[in-house]
C-alpha cells in the first residue's frame, strides 16, 4: 500500500507544556488509523495540526506530495468531524450536508444529488428537513459524519467519534463506521483514548505517550507484543515482574520464561521486565510445568470467563488470571500457574519519570 | 391570599405614577390634576404640536442612528473580546459604560466635543448615544456568545469557507438574536436619554427629553401625560421584544 500521509518529526508546545515531542507517523492510502492515548497525550494537538486548526513548531506534513502545513484549513482536502459533531443550529439537515459543496461552487443540480446520496448512506433520508436539535445522538453523528464524507476528502478525521453516544448505540455506531470506511475507501484517522474503540475499528493503533509515538502496530501485535512498559499497560491487563534478562525469560530469584519483543532491545544481563496478560497464564493443582505456586485471594466470574488474584509468596501485588468458564477454584486453595515462553514478553523497564 | 399582600403593595408602588400619567392623560379638562371626564383632546392636541413634533423627530434620528453605529461597533466588540483576549477586566470595562452614571459621560463628552472644537447639534448626541449603545450591544451579544460553540467556525472553516464565508453564515446567523435584541435595547436607552443630551445637543435640536423638560418648566398640562403615555408604548413595546428575543437565545 502506498503511504499517503506522511509525518515527520513534528513538535509543538504551548508555554512550557510539549504536546508533540517528535513525532513521525505513516498513514497509508485507505487505511483505518487510531491515534490512541490517555488525554494530555497530545493526539487532539496532532489532529488539530492535520486539521489546520495548529501549526506544528518544526517538523513536516506531507498528503501525497503536497506540503500539508502551507494550506489553510479551508483549502485542505482533509474534513473533521468534530466531537461535539459541531452542527449548525440555524441549518437544516441537509443544509448542513449542502455547505461544504456549496462552497466549492458546484451547480445546484450536482449539490442536490450528493447530498441525496450521502443522507441515504447514513440512513437519514427522512430527516433531511429536521433542524439537529430534533434529531437523537446517534442521528446527529451521522449527520456530522455525512457533511465530512460528502466532500470527498482524501483524509478523514475523527476526534473521540463515540465518546458522545450510550454504550448500546456505540456499539452500532463503531460498526457502522468500519463497514462505512471500507465503502467509501476514504482514510480514516480516529482519536480516542478508548482502547477498545480503537483495537476493534483500526487497523493499525498509534499509542502516544507525553507527545511521543510509543508503538505503531496493528491491534493483534500491540496486544501480544508491546514493545514498551507504557503500551503493555495501557492496553488489555497485564501481570508486570521485574528482573534481569536471562535466555529465555527473566530471572527474579527463579527464572520466568519468556522472549524478548522483537526488535530485541533486550541484551542478557540488562534489567527488564517481564509482562503476561492474565488469559495467558494457566491455573491448577498439580501441574508439571508450575512456574509459580500460590493461594487463591479473590474469584470473580463474568460468565464467558472467570477471573483470578492470585497471592504469590514474597511479591507485593497478587497476580491476575482469567480463564473461559466457570471458577473451578475457590478461595485459600493453593494453585499452580504457569505460561511457556512464548506467552510472556520481555520489555525494557519504564523510563523513570 | 393574606401572603400575597406584601407582592402586590411592592407591585401597585411600582406602577402608581405611570398608571396616574396614562390616566390622566385620557382627561377631557384642562388641568393635569383633577379629573373631567374622558377625552383624547389631549392626543390631537400633542398632534398638532409643533416643537414636540421636532423633537419626536430629532429623538428619532438619534435613536435610529445611535443604533446603527452602535450595533456594528457593538457586535465587533463582542466578537473580538470572544476571540482575542482572555482578559476579565477588559471584558467588565467595556460594558461598563451601560451602567456608568449618565452625569460622568455627559461631563465627559461635553469637555471632548469643546477640547475638539466640535460644534454642538444632533450629529453630537447621536455619536454620545451610540457610546453607551455599542456597550449595550456588547453585553448582550457577549452572552450570546459564551453559549455558542467555538467549534461551529472550524466546523465552517473545515468544510472549505473562508473567513468572511463563516462570519457571515455561521457567525452572524447564531448571533442573530443577540444583535438584535441588543439593538432594540440600544434603542430604548437612546429614546428616553436625558441628562447625556441635555449636554451635547446643540440649541437648535432638542431631542424629545429636552422637549418636554421645557414644557414642564412653563407649568405642566395634560398634553404632557398624553406624549408620557405615547412614549411609555412605544419603550414598552421594545422591552418586551427584547425579552422574547432573548428568552428564546437562552432556549436554544
Known sequence: ?353 | MLKKIPFWFAYVFLYVPILVVVVMSVNAGDSPYSWSGFGLGWYAELAHDQEIRTGLVNTLIVAAGSTAIATVLGTMLAVGLARHTRSKVLDAIATLPVILPDIVMAIGLLAFYSLIQLTLGLYSVLLAHAVFGTAAVAAVVRTRLTSADPALEEASRDLGANGLTTFLRITLPTLAPGIVAGALLAFTLSVDEFVIAFFTAGPQSPTLPIVIYSMVRFGVTPEINALATVLLAVTFTAILAVQRLTRLTERR
Open chain 1, 1 to 353: 500500500m502506498t503511504s499517503l500521509l506522511t509525518i515527520t518529526d513534528v513538535r509543538r508546545s504551548f508555554g512550557d507544556v510539549t504536546a508533540l515531542d517528535g513525532v513521525s507517523l505513516d498513514i497509508r492510502e485507505g487505511e483505518f488509523f487510531a491515534l490512541l492515548g490517555p488525554s494530555g497525550c497530545g493526539k487532539t494537538t496532532l489532529l488539530r495540526i492535520l486539521a489546520g486548526f495548529e501549526s506544528p513548531d518544526a517538523g513536516t506534513v506531507t498528503l501525497g506530495a503536497d506540503d500539508l502545513t502551507a494550506i489553510p484549513a479551508h483549502r485542505r482536502p482533509v474534513n473533521l468531524m468534530f466531537q461535539s459533531y459541531a452542527l449548525f443550529p440555524h441549518l437544516s439537515v441537509e443544509k448542513n450536508v449542502a455547505y461544504g459543496l456549496e462552497r466549492e461552487k458546484l451547480g445546484r443540480a450536482e449539490i442536490r444529488e450528493r447530498v441525496g446520496e450521502v443522507l441515504d448512506r447514513v440512513g437519514l433520508a427522512g430527516a433531511a428537513k429536521r433542524r439537529p436539535h430534533q434529531l437523537s445522538g446517534g442521528q446527529r453523528q451521522r449527520v456530522a459524519l455525512a457533511r465530512a464524507i460528502v466532500k470527498r476528502p482524501r483524509l478523514l478525521l475523527l476526534d473521540e467519534p463515540l465518546s458522545a453516544l450510550d454504550r448500546k448505540v456505540r456499539a452500532e455506531m463503531q460498526l457502522w463506521l468500519k463497514q462505512l470506511q471500507h465503502e467509501v475507501g476514504i482514510t480514516f484517522v480516529v482519536v480516542t483514548h478508548d482502547q477498545e474503540e480503537a483495537m476493534s475499528m483500526a487497523d493499525r493503533i498509534a499509542v502516544l505517550n507525553h507527545g511521543r509515538v510509543e508503538q505503531v502496530d496493528t491491534p493483534v501485535a500491540l496486544y501480544g507484543a508491546p514493545r514498551t512498559h507504557f503500551v503493555a499497560d495501557f492496553i488489555g491487563g497485564n501481570n508486570f515482574f521485574a528482573g534481569t534478562a536471562v535466555p529465555g525469560g527473566l530471572l527474579d530469584g527463579t527464572v520466568l520464561p519468556g522472549l524478548p519483543s522483537v526488535p530485541d532491545t533486550i541484551a542478557e544481563g540488562d534489567a527488564a521486565v517481564l509482562a503476561v496478560r492474565p488469559e495467558q497464564i494457566r491455573i491448577g493443582t498439580g501441574l508439571d510445568d508450575a512456574v509459580l505456586r500460590g493461594t487463591v485471594l479473590d474469584v470473580s466470574f463474568y460468565g464467558g470467563t472467570s477471573r483470578f488474584a492470585v497471592r504469590v509468596a514474597d511479591r507485593a501485588t497478587p497476580i491476575q488470571v482469567q480463564r473461559q468458564g466457570a471458577p473451578g477454584f475457590v478461595p485459600d486453595q493453593e494453585v499452580d500457574l504457569s505460561w511457556s515462553e512464548a506467552e510472556a514478553v520481555l520489555i525494557q523497564p519504564a523510563a523513570s519519570g
